[in-house]
Structures are given as structure tokens and as C-alpha cells.
């Protein structure tokens, strides 16, 4: 019953910064765990970022650093900050909560211009 809605995607020049949101609505559990996949043309889903009900992060190695995830439990929302992008970057990002079970977001595009 939990929906996902992603925004905050666009084209930025490398070394600019992207905000991403994630809404969800719904039947929500207070425990779960919401997190960022990213997917570029011709390459394997990649697991970005994570965040528990507890407030604990996780990242990818290659966006530590970088990039920062955050939620906002009021507001049942979760947050990718993305500074320092790199064209390698680029791909769509989905949005996933996670409960008994996985729920996907529609994806919004990110594009790093070199």
C-alpha cells in the first residue's frame, strides 16, 4: 500500500550539486528502511545509499563523501544530497522502502554534463 514519488533530478555541469526527495504515502511502518539505487544505460542497478529508523547511514564507496542521505519522519521523506557530481554519476535513481517486503519509487533522471 506504500507509494513512492521521486523529484529533484535534472542536468548539472560536474562539480554541481542535485537535491533528490522521496515522498511516501500510505501504510507506513515507523520501522523500515529507505534507501537510493541508481541504474546508468547498459550497467548492472547499483545500491547508493541507505537509512534506517534509527538514523544510520550507509553509502556506496564511491559517493562517501559526496553524497548525504537524510529523512524526515514527520513528513515520511527521504533525502539524497549530491554535491561534487561526476559524470560517472549519471543514471536514473529509484527510491525504495522496505518493510517485510521492497517498494520502488518511478525513478527521476540525473544527468552530469562533463
Known amino acids: 500500500q506504500v507509494q513512492l514519488v521521486e523529484s529533484g533530478g535534472g542536468l548539472v555541469q560536474s562539480g554541481g550539486s542535485l537535491r533528490l526527495s522521496c515522498a511516501a504515502s500510505?501504510?507506513?511502518?515507523?520501522?523500515?528502511?529507505m534507501g537510493w539505487y541508481r541504474q546508468a544505460p547498459g550497467k548492472e542497478r547499483e545500491l547508493v545509499a541507505w537509512?534506517?529508523?534509527?538514523?544510520?547511514?550507509n553509502y556506496v564507496d564511491s559517493v562517501k563523501g559526496r553524497f548525504t542521505i537524510s529523512r524526515d519522519n514527520t513528513k515520511n521523506t527521504v533525502f539524497l544530497q549530491m554535491n561534487s557530481l561526476k559524470p560517472e554519476d549519471t543514471g536514473v535513481y529509484y527510491c525504495y522502502y522496505y518493510f517485510t517486503g521492497v517498494e520502488w519509487g518511478q525513478g527521476t533522471q540525473v544527468t552530469v554534463s562533463s
Open positions: 500510505g501504510s507506513i511502518s515507523t520501522i523500515n528502511n
Open positions: 537509512i534506517g529508523s534509527a538514523n544510520i547511514t
